[in-house]
């Protein structure tokens, strides 16, 4: 889930705390946006290439359509985009065994490419959630001028902005209003 969302928050273009979050500006942004996202797979010293970089941008803008359409309240749309994907990256779970670690499961094949696999894992991530009973957990930044997303895995479930910087800003302008309505 925080690798779909931090996809997401860094390639999608939109808007992000009350500034226009622009598209990559080529390739190499694009890459630079990729490549800065904490948990992805990446081979030490060895960068995207240009056609993993578009793969993994075209997934942020397949989970971004998935988030959207469970934060219009659409689940049923949210799932045809889910299990598409899941499709289109052949995520099946499989226990692996790799570099001295233990078996662990994973959602993509022993030969899977990295954009298979983080397409795969994304989407079975986002589908375990949309198919409980935390589906509305799912989200986009309640604050006017942000459209990042969420997941929101705090105990109470009532998250409704993207960061503390979002939330913030919001309460911020809230105080101002009403100190003004006051006057």
């Known amino acids: 889930m925080d690798l779909a969302v931090a996809l997401v928050n860094a390639i999608v273009p939109g808007e992000s705390r009350g500034r226009v979050y622009p598209a ?80 662990h499961l994973h959602f993509h094949g022993p030969g899977a490419g990295l954009v298979e696999s983080i397409g795969g894992a994304t989407a079975v991530a986002l589908a375990f959630v949309l198919g409980s009973e935390y589906a509305e957990r799912i989200g986009m930044c309640s604050a006017s001028s942000c459209d990042r997303v969420y997941v929101d895995i705090s105990r109470n479930g009532t998250k409704r902005f993207c960061s503390t910087a979002c939330q913030n800003r919001v309460k911020a302008a809230s105080f101002r209003a009403r100190k003004l309505s006051a006057e």
């Not at 800065?36 to 993994?56: A, C, H, Q, Y």
């Not at 299990?83 to 570099?99: C, E, I, Q, S």
């Open 24 to 103: 990559a500006d080529g390739v190499e942004e694009l890459r630079a946006r990729a490549e800065s996202v904490p948990g992805l797979w990446l081979t030490p010293g060895k960068p995207l290439t240009d056609k993993e970089t578009r793969g993994v941008a075209k997934i942020a803008e397949e989970l971004h359509a998935v988030f959207a359409a469970a934060h219009d309240g659409d689940l049923d749309a949210a799932a045809r985009l889910l299990n598409a994907m899941v499709v289109r990256y052949d995520a099946r779970p499989t226990l692996l065994r790799h570099d001295n670690e233990p078996w």
